[in-house]
Protein backbone atom coordinates (compact mmCIF):
# COMPACT_ATOMS: atom_id res chain seq x y z
CA UNK A 1 0.00 0.00 0.00
CA UNK A 2 1.25 3.41 -1.03
CA UNK A 3 2.28 5.47 1.88
CA UNK A 4 0.73 9.27 1.95
CA UNK A 5 4.13 11.01 1.56
CA UNK A 6 5.29 9.13 -1.65
CA UNK A 7 2.22 10.06 -2.79
CA UNK A 8 2.45 13.79 -2.14
CA UNK A 9 6.16 13.63 -2.99
CA UNK A 10 5.09 12.36 -6.82
CA UNK A 11 2.61 14.98 -6.54
CA UNK A 12 4.82 17.58 -5.99
CA UNK A 13 7.61 16.62 -8.94
CA UNK A 14 4.62 17.08 -12.01
CA UNK A 15 4.23 20.15 -9.98
CA UNK A 16 7.66 21.15 -10.40
CA UNK A 17 7.41 20.13 -14.02
CA UNK A 18 5.03 22.48 -15.10
CA UNK A 19 6.46 25.52 -12.96
CA UNK A 20 9.50 25.15 -15.08
CA UNK A 21 6.90 24.51 -18.51
CA UNK A 22 5.06 27.75 -17.87
CA UNK A 23 8.24 29.64 -17.35
CA UNK A 24 9.60 28.72 -20.88
CA UNK A 25 6.34 30.25 -22.49
CA UNK A 26 6.14 33.27 -23.65
CA UNK A 27 3.46 35.96 -23.82
CA UNK A 28 -0.39 35.72 -23.83
CA UNK A 29 -0.23 32.33 -25.61
CA UNK A 30 -2.07 29.00 -25.90
CA UNK A 31 0.68 27.31 -23.96
CA UNK A 32 1.23 29.41 -21.50
CA UNK A 33 -2.95 29.70 -20.65
CA UNK A 34 -3.18 26.36 -20.94
CA UNK A 35 -0.04 25.30 -18.95
CA UNK A 36 -1.29 27.26 -16.25
CA UNK A 37 -4.82 25.91 -16.16
CA UNK A 38 -3.44 22.69 -15.85
CA UNK A 39 -0.96 23.74 -12.91
CA UNK A 40 -3.76 25.59 -10.70
CA UNK A 41 -6.44 22.67 -11.15
CA UNK A 42 -3.70 20.36 -10.02
CA UNK A 43 -2.36 22.44 -7.51
CA UNK A 44 -5.80 23.04 -6.20
CA UNK A 45 -6.58 19.60 -6.02
CA UNK A 46 -3.48 18.10 -4.26
CA UNK A 47 -3.80 21.07 -1.49
CA UNK A 48 -7.26 20.06 -0.74
CA UNK A 49 -6.67 16.58 -0.50
CA UNK A 50 -3.35 16.77 1.22
CA UNK A 51 -5.51 19.07 3.78
CA UNK A 52 -8.37 16.28 4.04
CA UNK A 53 -5.62 13.46 4.97
CA UNK A 54 -1.98 14.67 6.24
CA UNK A 55 -3.05 17.67 7.46
CA UNK A 56 -6.38 16.83 9.33
CA UNK A 57 -3.86 14.52 11.30
CA UNK A 58 -1.40 17.25 11.85
CA UNK A 59 -3.92 19.75 13.09
CA UNK A 60 -5.62 16.89 15.51
CA UNK A 61 -2.00 16.00 17.10
CA UNK A 62 -0.87 18.35 19.86
CA UNK A 63 2.96 17.87 18.53
CA UNK A 64 2.18 18.38 15.15
CA UNK A 65 -0.82 21.34 15.45
CA UNK A 66 1.80 24.23 15.03
CA UNK A 67 3.40 22.54 11.54
CA UNK A 68 -0.31 21.77 10.37
CA UNK A 69 -1.71 25.27 10.85
CA UNK A 70 1.73 26.77 8.77
CA UNK A 71 1.26 25.05 5.74
CA UNK A 72 -2.68 25.47 5.18
CA UNK A 73 -2.40 29.71 5.97
CA UNK A 74 0.20 28.68 3.01
CA UNK A 75 -2.30 27.04 0.77
CA UNK A 76 -4.44 29.86 1.02
CA UNK A 77 -1.96 31.98 0.47
CA UNK A 78 -1.05 30.42 -2.70
CA UNK A 79 -4.85 30.15 -3.38
CA UNK A 80 -5.24 34.13 -3.94
CA UNK A 81 -1.91 34.22 -6.20
CA UNK A 82 -3.16 31.77 -8.25
CA UNK A 83 -6.34 33.37 -8.68
CA UNK A 84 -4.47 37.11 -8.87
CA UNK A 85 -2.61 34.96 -12.14
CA UNK A 86 -6.03 33.75 -13.40
CA UNK A 87 -7.31 37.78 -14.03
CA UNK A 88 -4.14 39.66 -15.64
CA UNK A 89 -3.12 39.88 -18.66
CA UNK A 90 -0.54 37.43 -19.53
CA UNK A 91 1.23 39.35 -21.68
CA UNK A 92 2.01 42.19 -18.95
CA UNK A 93 5.41 42.20 -17.01
CA UNK A 94 3.50 42.08 -14.20
CA UNK A 95 2.12 38.14 -14.82
CA UNK A 96 5.44 37.53 -15.50
CA UNK A 97 6.55 39.06 -12.21
CA UNK A 98 3.83 37.53 -10.00
CA UNK A 99 4.61 34.28 -11.27
CA UNK A 100 8.48 34.34 -10.54
CA UNK A 101 7.11 34.91 -6.86
CA UNK A 102 4.45 31.96 -7.35
CA UNK A 103 6.31 30.21 -8.27
CA UNK A 104 9.57 30.90 -5.58
CA UNK A 105 6.32 30.74 -3.25
CA UNK A 106 5.19 27.45 -4.28
CA UNK A 107 8.74 25.59 -4.40
CA UNK A 108 9.47 26.84 -1.20
CA UNK A 109 6.69 25.58 0.27
CA UNK A 110 7.17 21.47 -0.96
CA UNK A 111 10.52 21.97 -0.03
CA UNK A 112 9.56 22.39 2.87
CA UNK A 113 6.75 20.28 3.24
CA UNK A 114 9.48 17.49 1.88
CA UNK A 115 12.10 18.52 4.06
CA UNK A 116 10.37 19.59 7.54
CA UNK A 117 6.71 18.62 7.27
CA UNK A 118 6.74 15.15 5.86
CA UNK A 119 9.76 14.15 8.29
CA UNK A 120 8.26 15.53 11.16
CA UNK A 121 5.06 13.65 10.86
CA UNK A 122 6.53 10.40 9.63
CA UNK A 123 8.27 10.52 13.19
CA UNK A 124 4.74 10.70 15.05
CA UNK A 125 2.68 8.28 12.64
CA UNK A 126 2.79 4.46 12.66
CA UNK A 127 2.98 2.62 9.19
CA UNK A 128 -0.68 2.25 9.56
CA UNK A 129 -1.83 5.17 9.91
CA UNK A 130 0.99 6.56 6.84
CA UNK A 131 -0.84 3.76 4.31
CA UNK A 132 -4.42 4.97 5.84
CA UNK A 133 -3.75 8.47 4.91
CA UNK A 134 -2.28 7.69 1.39
CA UNK A 135 -6.06 5.87 0.80
CA UNK A 136 -7.99 8.91 1.83
CA UNK A 137 -5.91 10.75 -0.46
CA UNK A 138 -5.83 8.90 -3.38
CA UNK A 139 -9.93 8.83 -2.46
CA UNK A 140 -10.23 12.36 -2.23
CA UNK A 141 -7.68 13.25 -5.26
CA UNK A 142 -10.20 12.42 -8.28
CA UNK A 143 -13.18 14.22 -7.01
CA UNK A 144 -11.10 17.56 -5.66
CA UNK A 145 -9.52 17.64 -9.48
CA UNK A 146 -13.21 17.26 -10.84
CA UNK A 147 -14.29 20.69 -8.40
CA UNK A 148 -10.60 22.11 -9.29
CA UNK A 149 -11.82 21.56 -12.88
CA UNK A 150 -15.33 23.06 -12.97
CA UNK A 151 -14.87 25.72 -10.66
CA UNK A 152 -11.72 27.07 -12.50
CA UNK A 153 -12.51 29.35 -15.68
CA UNK A 154 -12.50 27.27 -19.09
CA UNK A 155 -12.18 30.57 -21.06
CA UNK A 156 -8.70 30.27 -20.10
CA UNK A 157 -8.01 26.92 -22.62
CA UNK A 158 -9.71 28.27 -25.31
FE1 LIG B 1 0.92 21.72 0.56
FE1 LIG C 1 2.05 19.20 -0.97
Redesign the pocket.
Known sequence: MTKIFDL?KE??DKHRELLKKIAETEGDSPERRETFAEFREEVTA?ASA?EQSLYAEMLSRPELQEDGRHSVAEHKELDDLLAELADMDMSSSGWLQKFKTLRHDYEHH?DE?EQEMFPAADEEFATKCEERLGEIYADRYPDELATAQQGIEHDDRE
Open positions: LDHHEIE
